[in-house]
């Protein structure tokens, strides 16, 4: 009796220890956050009272919270009361101001791209155009947050823009009217050839879904009976309007995303609402390393549905979900709460920051380590690595070279000369730069005194560092100046060896001077091998279905299959 007394007391004393455990850690945790802040408090009273010079309090606690949030994700953000208007535009596409692009050169703020029938473009701002007032206040030596933040503002009201355009010694003063400003998602839709409507989808904004819906049926209209969605370069953006785009093409009822998080009462799975726009319009969606987020649930679930065919590169792996929340003062934390999965149960997310490397990098999840999944058709897919095309055509890989011509904006001042000596230039789609105006690139970048710092020149100093210390220097000293002459920078080598590539981002900045960013697309689907397989697949209707089909299993080798017809038929 006394041992079933014991024994009934030991269980009851456990559990209540059980129950106990979850308070104790909880209250652990309460006490080590109100720790922390107490001592960061007293850190940052401690500096402004004794700290030698005076501190800046807001640049150093912003930058403190700033490192903070870095440390977890990029995706995690706080902004500030005076930062909210990035926010809303990250969200919306909407901000007012004069729809423009400005950027720092040459000691001024100047214009970078002015938008396609806004005001900035309306008033007859050009790429160059250099900011030397706003309203009478002198801006010539103001930082571009500065010039940006002087020319938002409501709505309607008017500004009065002082400028100095290249080749001209006279200056100019504009008056322009602030507009709300709502950025079109698609960048360019048309018809590539009789059947086949082309549409690039740029942003994941409000109301974004609305004017895909829109473009898809003026596609349709015009005779589309194919359809290539471009995703490239789209980072992503609301997931709810990730979820009607899928839903123009599925039927009602479909879930396309569920997502799981810490606080299991904002878990949630999102279906298609309404009935579709097309079911069984043939599609191929297009996507690369730029198409994350919004962009991969569009793309993955049209994989995991059999609805589309997918081609490109695999896509960037962002797998998580942020919800904004608000801060005292007007402020607002963007803080990541949960990841999504897509209908065949995979995520997609690639890079693993709850589990850094030592010096603090984030590694993507190997490929050995990722799950194989099925699309509902029985085709294979996997998890924890963004989106792998149906079909992987490889990207051109170029030199360090053509990005540092772009951000030194040698590239830019370039153009801006060529533009005076040629008022005019073909079609987008014809258009391509002489030989003899790349002959002229390469003397005005000589000129310039253009310094670039190579990746593999700093490579090499590592290299020599881990030499000399591991005492390998003397033995493999011939071997290592042999491979020292081969990578060390060369600007005649490499003006050449890269000309293509360095051509293309001239004729691109070309165009958009006089067509814009639409017209910088419709230069680059010319010749591109992504948008070319997409064409042959949708001019293909039995290639097309059979990419959506699984291969039977034990399928042998289509050689062995080519000898077995030739012994059957000879």
Known sequence: MRKGILFIFLAFAMMQAVAQTPAVDKNQRYYDINKNIDIFNSVLRELDLFYVDSIEVNNLVQGTIGNMLTRLDPYTEYYAEENMGDLQFLTTGEYAGIGAIISYN?????????????????????????????????????????????????????????????????????????????????TYAGMVDKGTGY????????????????????????????????????????????????????????????????????????????????????????????????SEIVAGSLQDLDRAVIVGNRSFGKGLVQTPRDLPYGGNIKITTSKYYIPSGRCIQALDYSHRNPDGSVARVPDSLTSVFK??????????????????????????????????????????????????????????????????????????????????????????????FEGYMDVASAEYKALESKLQPDLDRDLELFK????????????????YKKGVLIHQLSGDPVFDKALELLRNPGLYRSLLRPEPANMPPAKEIKEKLKDQYS
């Not at 980072?235 to 396309?256: H, S, T």
């Not at 005076?420 to 002489?434: A, D, G, H």
């Open 199 to 294: 549409l690039h989808y740029g942003s994941f904004t409000a109301n974004s879904a609305a004017r895909v819906k829109e473009t898809v049926t003026e596609l349709k209209q015009q005779g589309a009976t194919s359809l290539i969605m471009d995703l490239r370069g789209n980072g992503g953006g609301i997931l709810d309007e990730a979820v009607e785009v899928v839903n123009l093409f599925v039927p009602k009822g479909e879930e396309i995303v569920f997502t799981r998080g810490k606080v299991k009462q904002w878990d949630r799975s999102y279906h298609t609402q309404n009935q579709p726009l097309d079911e069984i319009i043939p599609i191929v969606v297009l996507i690369d390393t730029g198409s994350a987020s919004a």
């Open 375 to 468: 699309t509902r058709n029985g085709r294979e897919v996997r998890d924890g690595g963004g989106i792998t095309p149906d079909i992987t055509i490889a990207q051109e890989t170029g030199g360090t070279i053509a990005f540092y011509l772009m951000t030194d904006n040698i590239i830019f001042d370039f153009v801006t000369g060529w533009m005076l000596e040629n008022r005019e230039i073909t079609s987008p789609e014809k258009f391509r730069l002489p030989d003899a105006d790349y002959d002229k690139f390469r003397e005005f970048v000589k000129k310039r005194d253009f310094k670039y710092d190579q990746l593999s020149e700093r490579s090499l100093e590592q290299l020599r560092s881990i030499m000399e």
């Open 106 to 186: 040459n000691g001024r703020v100047v214009i970078n791209e002015p938008y396609e029938g806004l005001p900035a473009d309306k008033a007859g701002l050009k790429a160059g155009d250099s900011i030397l007032s706003i309203d009478g206040e002198d801006m010539r030596k103001a930082t571009v947050k500065q010039v940006s933040d002087k020319l938002k503002g409501t709505p309607g009201t008017l500004l009065k823009l002082t400028i100095q355009r290249p080749g001209e010694k006279k200056q100019r003063t504009l008056s322009i009217e602030r507009e709300k400003i709502e950025m079109d998602p698609i």
């Open 500 to 515: 293509e590539e360095i051509r293309k981002m001239i004729e691109s900045e070309i165009i958009q001077r006089r067509y």
